[in-house]
């Protein structure tokens, strides 16, 4: 999922905002100044086999996706030692799970921003870093004028445009094929709001890409899926699919939904039609991201472990800078954490997705709780299911759990370079072992 996005493009013309295409200045006195938003257009994308499009393949040297792309051969530990200066601790508590930080805190705006998918951290840590002149310019994502749903990269150069991009965003979108309008475009000082696989190949390039600071956002992302898909599985949840306006998978097992009208509808969960989506729904790339929290960002910014308020990984001074912008816009305390030292409290739900994912990456259908008993389980897990840290930590093996299953079946050959050790070490617990050849070691 991308975020921030939501934007209201009735006064915006994104065919009056293409000026900054790649090795073209931007022109003072366009409107591209005037309305603070800038939407180049990009070269079509390289072909690829695990790929979701994050820009690079669009700019002028392609090749440069063999060193970047998170699906090929990432390091992490060499990656979270060079940006952070140290890689993951795993005696430090949870950082096995979540990668370096400083400090972790579930958090909320005090005045939440009109339009943002939950108080509106995000966006207005780059509305700060404007409003400051700390950069020139951030890059994001805007919705797509002809579909609300759609990410649209746009870099963004006046703090109130910042209110144009709030929300979510599903879908693929080349971010990182706005460096090369940036460079051009003279901007010297940029912050990126990024999802993971944008973010590492960011940083893999970053030492030659010229800029002289670059502050990264980063959201957590797992489920991503194209936007065409997206829609599908709107119109599983409505009748009038395009009268949804918000969605959001929340900490408390629940999907909240908005629509035009002003209504909002709680799903949990267990009672949400994902049996019913097609086995390629979700691509391979988005079942098999090792790199759910977003562990080379600066700042992570979630849900996961916010128990219903939102949810930062500070993981580095530049992280803690940003977080410093907020002053005392943003309320601040400890996540909350039921979960016990030996993991017993996780470890029904994530054996229970393990058996299902099993299923699934075997191409057999799912196992579906009968449908009476559905409502009465939506009922108690809010109450009796992980929370906090531990909720967070349940989603984290989770993913390392999907990673493993889907590539022994369907790219067993890309195991030894696609999966960290720090992964087997979070699903050792489980019985999930690698087998000859899944590993660098044989």
Not at 68 to 86: N, S, T
Not at 200 to 222: D, M, N, Q, W
């Amino acid at each position: 999922m991308q975020h921030p996005s939501e934007c209201d493009v009735a006064d915006v013309s994104f065919q009056a905002l293409t000026a900054a295409q790649a090795g073209v200045p931007i022109e003072v006195g366009t409107q591209v100044t005037e309305t603070g938003l800038i939407a180049p257009e990009f070269a079509a994308t390289a072909p690829r086999g695990l790929c979701t499009d994050c820009g690079v393949s669009r700019t002028s040297t392609p090749t440069d996706c063999g060193t970047a792309c998170q699906f090929i051969k990432p390091d992490y530990a060499a990656m979270e030692a060079a940006v952070h200066g140290r890689a993951r601790d795993e005696s430090r508590p949870d950082e096995l799970f979540f990668g370096p930080f400083q400090r972790m805190a579930k958090a909320r705006l005090k005045q939440p921003s009109e339009g943002a998918q939950w108080t509106g951290i995000t966006s207005r840590l780059g509305e700060r870093l404007l409003e400051t002149g700390a950069v020139d310019a951030i890059l994001t994502m805007a919705p797509d004028p002809d579909d609300k749903w759609k990410p649209r990269p746009v870099m963004v150069t006046k703090a109130e445009a910042m209110a144009s991009v709030r929300g979510m965003r599903m879908g693929y979108a080349p971010l990182l094929a706005l460096l090369e309008p940036a460079r051009a475009a003279g901007f010297k000082r940029i912050g990126i709001i990024g999802i993971p696989c944008q973010i590492h190949a960011l940083r893999r390039l970053e030492a030659k890409l010229g800029f002289e600071r670059i502050y990264v956002i980063g959201t957590p992302c797992s489920d991503n899926t194209t936007t065409e898909n997206f829609h599908e599985f709107l119109a599983l949840l409505s009748d009038k699919p395009d009268t949804i306006t918000y969605l959001e998978f929340k900490a408390n097992y629940h999907v909240e939904l908005r629509f035009d009208d002003g209504k909002r509808k709680e799903v949990p969960f267990l009672m949400l039609p994902l049996s019913d989506l097609r086995p390629d729904f979700f691509p391979l790339t988005c079942r098999t991201c090792v790199d759910y929290t977003n562990s080379l960002a600066d700042i992570t910014v979630g849900y996961m472990g916010g128990t219903g308020e939102q949810w930062l990984l500070i993981r580095n001074d530049r992280g803690a800078e940003l977080l410093g912008l907020l002053g005392d816009e943003v309320a601040l305390a400890e996540p909350d954490d039921n979960g016990k030292p030996d993991g017993s409290k996780r470890a029904g739900p994530v054996k229970g997705f393990m058996a299902n994912t099993e299923r699934a990456a075997g191409g057999l259908p799912l196992r579906r709780m009968p449908k009476w008993v559905r409502p009465i389980v939506g009922k108690l897990m809010p109450l009796v299911g992980p929370k906090g840290k531990e909720f967070a930590r349940t989603r984290v093996e989770m993913k390392a759990i999907e990673t493993i299953l889907h590539l022994r079946r369907e790219a067993p050959g890309l195991m030894k370079n696609m999966i960290p050790p720090h992964v087997w070490k979070l699903v050792a617990r489980y019985g999930l072992v690698p087998e000859k050849g899944e590993t660098k070691e044989g």
